[in-house]
């Protein structure tokens, strides 16, 4: 069963502007991690943001944000002022209780527009 | 602080052919991690060492296997290569504290051709 879903293959957004990027979990475990990579054309996932599933508030972390709703199992990536430099791939993953596994979604192309 | 490393970048091997992939994680890290990235897909889950143990192991046959050594470095072995493990392999290290609180932080991957 899909753990992790992105339902935007791809995002435009203009430079200095906000975006959302949409991910939903799925889990019956009380506690897990949510986390956000960004992956630029060279390859490597760059770790952004980490919210775990106690935690009260939603996670930020200079312009990126998390907008946790359990309820919904959704936690969505919010960029502000984009940049040219955010244009990439961006995961959304989840780890559940002591597993050891990280599990991914499909990603969401981001292209900033000058 | 030296950020994770893995070799070599790039690697072109033919079908049946075996080979090694090097990890050496985050300094202060134990825990290591590998995924493999086809085109288009997020990352997969291999499997995870631990005190030099496979912790945990995804949906991967038996021609994946690996070794992690004292100084917390590890290796991915694949034997017997098929043209559809042509990918990215990430390896991604940790500190092992709580479990589902870790981060993983990634290496930039070795891009592996099969063909």
């Known amino acids: 069963a899909q753990k992790i879903t992105q339902t935007q293959p791809g995002m435009f957004v203009q430079e200095k502007e906000a975006v959302t990027l949409d991910c939903t979990y799925d889990?019956?475990?009380?506690?897990?991690?949510l986390f956000w990579y960004k992956q630029p054309s060279s390859g490597e996932m760059i770790f952004l943001i980490y919210?775990?599933?106690?935690?009260?508030q939603n996670a930020t972390e200079g312009r990126y944000s998390l907008n946790f709703q359990k309820a919904r199992k959704s936690a969505n990536l919010v960029i502000s002022a984009s940049q040219l430099g955010d244009s990439a791939m961006y995961f959304c993953?989840?780890?559940?209780?002591?597993?050891?596994?990280?599990?991914f979604g499909a990603g969401t192309r981001l292209t900033v527009k000058p | 602080d030296a950020g994770v490393t893995q070799s070599p970048t790039h690697l072109i091997k033919t079908r049946g052919q075996q080979v090694t992939l090097r990890c050496s994680p985050k300094s202060g890290h134990d825990t290591v991690s590998w995924y493999q990235q086809a085109l288009g897909q997020g990352p997969q889950f291999i499997f995870q060492?631990?005190?030099?143990?496979?912790?945990q192991r995804g949906n991967f046959p038996d021609r994946f296997s690996g070794h992690q050594f004292p100084n917390y470095s590890s290796e991915l072995n694949v034997n017997a290569l098929l043209l559809g493990d042509s990918a990215l392999y990430l390896c991604a290290s940790s500190l092992d504290t709580t479990g589902y609180t870790d981060t993983q932080y990634f290496g930039p991957g070795t891009r592996l051709t099969v063909l």
């Open positions: 993953a989840m780890r559940e209780g002591r597993s050891n596994d990280m599990r």
């Open positions: 889990t019956s475990d009380q506690s897990y991690g």
């Open positions: 919210q775990g599933s106690y935690d009260e």
């Open positions: 060492y631990y005190e030099e143990e496979e912790r």
